[in-house]
């Protein structure tokens, strides 16, 4: 049995439910932009979660937690790889970690992946029943009904959150009221957050550079802000901020349509898709290949923009600059169309061509 569509908020938690109560066996991917999410559920029972954020991998876990060094992780990780085993059972039988202390770790790891995952407003998602192999699996042991309605909380308190932080590329700084914190006995990650806000860090940035999920951080940002130890940074934007703000719109909405392209022409070409991605990259004029370099879709958006920005300012006349950037993604989307019906079929093609045209109508 196949399943797939879009979703948005809470969908996805009602297809999970389905999954495990009627006791299906198979995989669940969820995509929303250059995120991903996979649900293995065996006899209705989720038996592995696995997500494309670097700090949700459990070897990061264990790493940021203190559990193991790096250098343990990256031995770890090539003796997995010759014995061909899941890292978890390395680590045990290293005696580099207790089995509870994996099993409570795993358990905390695929609940931290789904609440985060339920938390998408929006993205795509399909189901396939398959035969799943769990020999050398450890399980987590995860209550469904309880992640379920822990998600609902979470999604009514992230409207609460998102009012005081309404764009993730704000800055923040800390106040002088700094000294009180030792009284306010801040927790861990607020600690971690307000080290990454003294280096002048984007909510977004700070996200990303820390080990927790978006709502963790949300939370942390909340609670600093209500108890005054950060602030709004107000300050003017540089000449290099507004470009990047003049330029963002474009990028954010090139990269909708890449996602879009992307997420058609993947079932088809797995892995196969990043190289033909790479090679449709326009090759003409230098400028070209510095615009769109060190552009990735699992990038952020605002990695993207900082990175194009640069090259906009370092290889274009600045009257120049926003015509030759659609004109470098409006050929980098030509191509694509031109080379992927050869591998993803003319009705694909056709699904395709009629997604883009939503996406633009909704311009």
């Known amino acids: 049995m196949t399943i797939e569509g879009d979703f948005n908020t809470l969908f996805l938690a009602d297809i999970l ?5 009627h006791g299906k066996t198979g995989v669940l991917k969820a995509s929303h932009g250059e995120h991903e999410v996979k ?3 065996k006899n209705g029972c989720i038996i592995c979660v696995m997500g494309s954020k670097e700090n949700t991998r459990l070897g990061n876990i264990l790493v940021n937690n203190g559990i193991i060094t ?3 992780l990256e031995s770890s990780l090539e003796i997995g790889n010759q014995k061909k085993r899941p890292l978890g059972k390395i680590l045990i039988e290293e005696e580099l970690i207790t089995e509870e202390t994996l099993n409570r770790f795993i358990d905390r790891q695929a609940e931290d992946i789904i609440l985060d995952m339920l938390l998408w407003e929006a993205g795509s998602f399909i189901y396939n029943d398959l035969d799943l192999d769990i020999d050398d699996l450890i399980i987590p042991r ?12 979470r999604i009514d308190e992230m409207s609460v959150l998102v009012k005081q932080i309404s764009d993730d590329r704000m800055r923040f700084k800390i106040s002088a009221r700094t000294e009180e914190k030792e009284a306010l006995k801040l927790d861990d990650i607020e600690l971690r957050i307000m080290g990454f806000i003294d280096q002048g860090m984007t909510v977004r940035e700070v996200i990303d550079a820390s080990s927790e999920d978006e709502f963790h951080c949300y939370k942390a940002y909340y609670s600093l802000i209500s108890s005054g130890l950060i602030e709004h940074r107000k300050t003017e934007p540089t000449r290099f901020e507004d470009e990047e703000e003049k330029y963002y719109s474009i990028v ?4 909708d349509i890449l996602n879009t392209v992307y997420e058609q022409a993947r079932p088809a070409l797995g892995r196969q898709v990043v190289d033909v991605f790479e090679a449709c990259k326009p090759q003409r004029y230098p400028w070209e290949q510095a615009l769109l370099g060190k552009f990735n879709l699992h990038n952020p958006i605002a990695t993207n923009v900082h990175y194009i920005t640069e090259a906009l300012m370092d290889e274009v006349d600045a009257d120049q600059q926003q015509d030759l950037l659609i004109d470098t993604f409006n050929a980098f989307i030509a191509n694509l169309l031109e080379k992927l019906p050869g591998f993803i079929g003319k009705s694909a093609t056709q ?6 045209e939503e996406q633009l109508a909704r311009l």
Do not use: H, V
């Not at 439910?17 to 109560?21: S, W």
């Open 70 to 72: 790096l250098e343990q």
């Open 351 to 356: 699904e395709l061509f009629r997604k883009i």
């Open 17 to 21: 439910q389905l999954l495990c109560n």
């Open 252 to 255: 954010k909405m090139y990269s």
């Open 39 to 41: 649900t293995f559920i």
């Open 142 to 153: 995860l209550n469904i009904m309880k992640i379920l309605m822990q998600a609902t909380r």
